[in-house]
């Protein structure tokens, strides 16, 4: 921790968002209560996004409440299908999740921290035409009115738009950015926030003598890309 500490204090000022993902972070409570005590004392962080398939929330709000980061701070949940049966197989949940996650999603709303609802989509059309519309009911089913799909990503990944988001292109544009790594497009469906984001497996391999992106190893490396090999001196 020592190391991130000093990460956190000496980065560029350009860096003001940081994500914490895993694996699962809220398996190791104790180390996200040391990462949000840092971030906090660096104060340099406008948006602190936490990436979790919603178990073991409760130490993790009551963290974030005393450091008084909640307007900073955005859930991801992790969901990647609206039957909790297949959510459950792919998180290898051993109860079911839905009456838990319902009450966590109202506690974090409370507490003013927002929750969008994160979905990895296929890149076929497995889950076929009307996947997207029986999702959107059940985040609406949570109380959750942002969500968004995320291409997945394979070594072969592309920027192409995929079938899922083709069925929507018509729906009214809220925003959109891009750039050579990764895509995103955000649009207004009935009363919900729906984005569609695809990127491509390592940016480096595209972006190679620019830093799209730091990671912070397991090892206390701080690299350019997911698989540790590019290590950036701060």
Known sequence: M??????AGTLPKQFKSVSITGGEPNLNPNLVKVLLETI???????????????????????EVNRLGLGHKFCINLSRHH???????QIFHSPVDMKSYVHDVV???GSNGISVTLNCVIPNDQKWGYGFIQDYLGYARSYGIMNVVFRKMVTPTSTLEPSFYEEQYKFYPLLGESSCPVCRSVTRKV??????FKASINEPV????NLIYELIFQPNGKLTMDWRGNREVEV
């Open 2 to 7: 020592i190391r991130f500490r000093y990460i």
């Open 40 to 62: 906090q004392r660096s104060a340099r962080f406008d948006r602190i996004v936490y990436n979790t398939s919603g178990g073991h929330m409760e130490s993790i709000i009551s």
């Open 82 to 88: 609206y039957d909790d049966t297949i959510n459950n």
């Open 106 to 108: 109202y506690i974090l």
């Open 190 to 195: 009935q009363d919900m926030t729906v984005t």
């Open 205 to 208: 391999t595209v972006m190679s």
